[in-house]
């Protein structure tokens, strides 16, 4: 059985007295961070100002397109988060997508998409106060009509928990009918078990999976953008 809300420790040790459990989400999501780095690693060697290898053109078209992204939702003064943006939505792909080769995405556990959407949070309000004073931020929770406090509060502290289910909702969802379809085709043959689910697949684990990557990046790119512009008094 999966447990979706809490993943059950798979290794448990002590180191300098302190109690340690890992569970299968972080053992993945951790395999996944450090292949990614020795994937970048590899991808960043030897560039040169007129691309030579293909892996150097694919690269920069990933670049680009992020680039793009940004600039087209955020603007120009937001250029410096390609990086954050980039890595937040490679890393989405990378997780969602290891379902096809029969790893349970660690999106399935709302711990891991609760700490994505901590860290959404905290990059839109620290960004914020950064852009526009503390004073300023404070003073955004008050615009346009001071009786909104509660609302703009609510609405800024429900962010986490909004970037979190809904990320968490729809994967678990589209791993479930995935369990779904192989136990239903537990009685049939091998080729059939084999060829019947890849459409399947390539809706639940690619096609669905990359656009929940796709929407938890724009909404926090959007948030950034929104909240900070309150902040300094800008809107356009």
């Known amino acids: 059985m999966v447990e979706f809300l809490t993943a059950e420790p798979i290794l448990e040790?002590?180191?300098?007295?302190?109690?340690?459990?890992?569970?299968?989400?972080?053992?993945?999501?951790?395999?996944?961070?450090?292949i990614s780095m020795l994937v970048v690693y590899f991808l960043t060697r030897d560039l040169k100002v007129i691309p030579e290898k293909k892996k150097q053109v694919i690269m920069e078209a990933a670049y680009n397109f992020i680039y793009g992204l940004v600039s087209d939702n955020m603007g120009e003064k937001f250029m410096s988060f390609v990086p954050f943006i980039g890595s937040i939505i490679m890393f989405l792909?990378?997780?969602?997508?290891?379902?096809?080769?029969?790893?349970?995405?660690?999106?399935?556990?709302f711990s891991t998409t609760l700490g994505l959407g901590l860290t959404s949070f905290v990059v839109v309000q620290a960004t914020a106060i950064r852009n526009g004073g503390l004073g300023n931020y404070i003073k955004s929770y008050f615009?346009?009509?001071p009786f909104?406090?509660?609302i703009t509060l609510l609405d800024r502290l429900l962010l986490p928990v909004s970037l979190s289910l809904r990320l968490f909702g729809n994967v678990v969802a589209a791993t479930t009918v995935m369990s779904l379809i192989y136990g239903?085709?537990?009685?049939?043959?091998?080729?059939?078990?084999?060829?019947?689910?890849?459409?399947?697949?390539?809706?639940?684990?690619i096609?669905?999976?990359?656009?929940?990557?796709?929407?938890?990046?724009?909404l926090t790119m959007v948030q950034i953008k929104i909240v900070s512009d309150e902040a300094t008094g800008h809107h356009e």
């Open 143 to 145: 615009k346009p009509y």
């Open 13 to 34: 040790f002590e180191l300098a007295g302190i109690g340690i459990a890992l569970t299968q989400p972080m053992i993945v999501t951790t395999a996944i961070v450090l």
């Open 148 to 150: 909104l406090f509660p």
């Open 93 to 109: 792909i990378l997780v969602n997508f290891v379902g096809l080769i029969g790893i349970q995405p660690p999106t399935t556990s």
């Open 184 to 205: 239903a085709l537990h009685e049939l043959n091998f080729f059939a078990q084999l060829l019947i689910p890849i459409p399947f697949h390539m809706y639940f684990d």
């Open 207 to 218: 096609f669905d999976g990359l656009i929940q990557a796709v929407i938890f990046t724009f």
